[in-house]
């Protein structure tokens, strides 16, 4: 997903670090949401990512069971007036991380580290969430959210920032897998395998993006059903869809546009394989009307549905 998105949390209704699945890393991913809004077996429902453009649109759309706000855009002691409103509504709200860079060489910085920890205390977040991603080294910034190289020495590597940061977290973590143009040559896993025992090995949950299994597709030739197959889904925290466009034969996953009826295929197939917690639209850029806003979540819901005679 990309790296410009907007988002802040809202008020607490328990003791500090209490979040809604308890404690820090040990506590399964897919347990109850809890609090306001919370479904009793961990169900989040069908969301939205927040952002301050679609605030007003946001409090008044039907349906919108979930949040999700970007934390390097969150203070969690200034929080929106729009936040706080819809977080005493009851809908549940989590923090998505777009710089930790846990597959860097380099150990997760405390202070990131400590920023989401804050931003999940100040939401009472079920989760919180990032990306499996390279974004920096050397001091260097990538600007971007880049594929780690996927290897058995980077998975080592990944696995020890992956610990780190679950231990430094009040709730547990889940990562996303990322959208890419290029690989890069030495791997020696696929993405979905590389997850598959990143999971393994810490126990991390999953954010599933079908909009960045279908880029991947597109762009690089990796079957996004048989990634949906490698993945263990029993670790599913929630699933991203999102929309792009395609430019000379690469696609950009812009979140900018109606998803493309090949993602949401992607995310029946999904959930004709497992019951995702929740699934939740992204949209960054040159918004839309509510109305069509709303019909966006409805054709998720539509596909969600689908699943049924897949199974």
Do not use: K
Not at 115 to 138: D, I, K, M, N, Y
Not at 180 to 189: H, Q, R, T, V
Not at 198 to 208: D, K, P
Not at 225 to 234: C, F, G, H, I, K
């Amino acid at each position: 997903m990309p790296e410009q998105e907007a988002g802040r949390p809202a008020a607490p209704n328990g003791g500090p670090g209490a979040g809604p699945n308890g404690g820090s890393n040990g506590g399964p991913v897919g347990g109850p949401v809890g609090g306001p809004g919370g479904g009793s077996r961990g169900e989040l429902g069908v969301g939205i990512g927040w952002r301050a453009e679609l605030d007003l649109s946001i409090e008044r759309m039907p349906g919108v069971d979930f949040l999700e706000v970007v934390a390097e855009n969150v203070r969690p002691d200034h929080l929106p007036e729009s936040l706080r409103l819809l977080r005493a509504r009851g809908l549940p709200v989590i923090p998505h991380g777009v710089s930790l860079g846990v597959g860097g060489a380099e150990p997760p910085s405390p202070e990131r580290l400590a920023h989401l920890a804050s931003c999940a205390q100040a939401l009472e977040s079920p989760l919180v969430s990032e990306h499996l991603a390279f974004v920096r080294g050397g001091g260097l910034e990538a600007g971007h959210l880049l594929p780690v190289p996927r290897t058995r020495e980077s998975l080592r590597v990944v696995t020890e920032n992956v610990r780190r940061a679950q231990d430094a977290l009040p709730v547990p973590l889940a990562l996303e897998n990322v959208a890419a143009i290029f690989g890069w040559p030495d791997d020696e896993l696929t993405e979905a395998q590389f997850l598959a025992e990143l999971v393994e090995r810490t126990g991390v949950g999953l954010l599933v993006d079908v909009a960045n299994l279908y880029t991947n597709q597109v762009n690089l030739g990796l079957p996004a059903v048989a990634a949906l197959d490698a993945l263990p889904l029993e670790r599913l925290a929630y699933v991203h869809v999102a929309g792009g466009y395609e430019h000379a034969g690469i696609w950009h996953d812009t979140h900018t546009a109606f998803a493309p009826q090949e993602v949401l295929d992607l995310l029946t197939e999904l959930c004709a394989r497992a019951t995702p917690p929740g699934v939740l639209l992204e949209w960054d850029d040159d918004y839309p009307s509510d109305a069509a806003l709303e019909s966006e979540l409805a054709r998720i819901r539509s596909a969600m549905s689908a699943a049924r005679d897949l199974r």
